[in-house]
């Protein structure tokens, strides 16, 4: 009986944190699809609008007023860190004039609320701040680990 039991303490031990890793996971695809949606009635608003919003939850693009999308990701795990940045800004090496940056971060009841931020420009470039230091270091321009 007690080989039982330590057999399957053995397993849970081994088998616990590699599931909570996997629900990690899944829940950072969750914030690269909203991400990837956003990015997407970005430039739908650029294509009828001409410019970039900051409003991503509100308005319309039919009316330029904003993405008219939701503030989390589908499943509620991310929200919007703030509202976009749109206009001027040094992306990298460009200095851009119509350009956007936006990020979100966990939202409360997440597995990993210190998972840190993830984000997307107006290039695509894509980052993940790993360490949760607030901005995305040289290493840290990719969402994969």
């Not at 039991?5 to 909570?20: A, R």
């Not at 989390?72 to 976009?84: C, H, I, N, Q």
């Not at 607030?134 to 321009?141: F, I, Q, V």
Request: hydrophobic letters at 35%.
């Amino acid at each position: 009986m007690k080989a039982i039991v330590m057999v399957v303490g053995l397993i849970v031990s081994i088998s616990y944190p590699m599931y909570g890793d996997l629900i990690a996971k899944a829940q950072r695809n969750d914030a690269k699809i909203y991400l990837s949606r956003i990015a997407l009635l970005q430039e739908n608003f650029k294509n009828n609008c001409y410019t970039y919003t900051t409003n991503v939850a509100g308005g319309t693009i039919k009316d330029c007023t904003g993405l008219g999308y939701r503030a989390t990701s589908p499943g509620g795990y991310y929200k919007l860190a703030s509202s976009p940045v749109a206009g001027l800004f040094n992306q990298r090496t460009l200095t851009l004039d119509h350009a956007y940056r936006v990020s979100v971060v966990p939202a409360a009841g997440s597995l990993r609320p210190d998972d840190g931020k993830l984000g997307i420009d107006s290039v695509g470039v894509q980052g993940w701040d790993r360490n949760n230091n607030g901005t995305y270091d040289a290493s840290e321009y990719t969402w994969d680990k």
